[in-house]
């Protein structure tokens, strides 16, 4: 069965930066990743190279930064009073909170804290990266209706709800 629209996919995959260092695999996971093919459950890209694929194909896609989190935008860098972050008792680098930002809501990363002032970042950690993903087709199947209705991947490696 090839990938199509529809199709419920479970992919190994590793993920590399330019440099060849690994930023995530579902050997890390433990578990093959599963999605909804066509459904925008991952990065355009990547999802696109996937379409005609079965089971035992391995391949190798370069996703450029733009097509995957974006390039990097230094306006997403805010430096903020601390005060707003009223209730959190301690403030540190690499934390992350939900944020309400000129570009809506998101989440942002404490990047740095000098006295009362708090830099945070609302660009994606993988923001301004190529992507490079080498990925194996573990699984294909047909997504049953309510899979189709909710938009996502139900029982192993999907949602339990
Ligand atoms: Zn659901």
Do not use: C
């Not at 199509?4 to 330019?18: A, C, G, M």
């Amino acid at each position: 069965m090839q990938i199509s629209q529809d199709s419920v996919v479970s992919i190994n995959y590793t993920l590399t930066d330019d440099d060849g260092q690994v930023i995530d695999s579902s050997t890390l996971a433990g578990a093959p990743l599963v999605y909804l093919h066509g459904a925008q459950n991952i990065i355009p890209g990547l999802e696109n190279a996937l379409t005609g694929k079965q089971v035992g194909d391995k391949l190798t896609v370069n996703v450029a930064a733009a097509d995957g989190y974006g390039e990097y935008n230094p306006e997403a860098v805010q430096v903020v009073p601390k005060h707003l972050f009223g209730g959190v008792e301690t403030i540190e680098a690499g934390m992350q909170f939900h944020a309400q930002t000129d570009y809506g809501m998101q989440v942002v990363t404490v990047t740095a804290v000098e006295g009362d002032e708090v830099t945070v970042d609302g660009n994606h950690p993988l923001a301004g990266q190529n992507l490079n993903f080498d990925v194996e087709v573990m699984n294909v199947r047909a997504a049953s209706k309510e899979e189709l209705e909710h938009g996502h991947v139900h029982g192993e490696g999907g949602h339990h709800h």
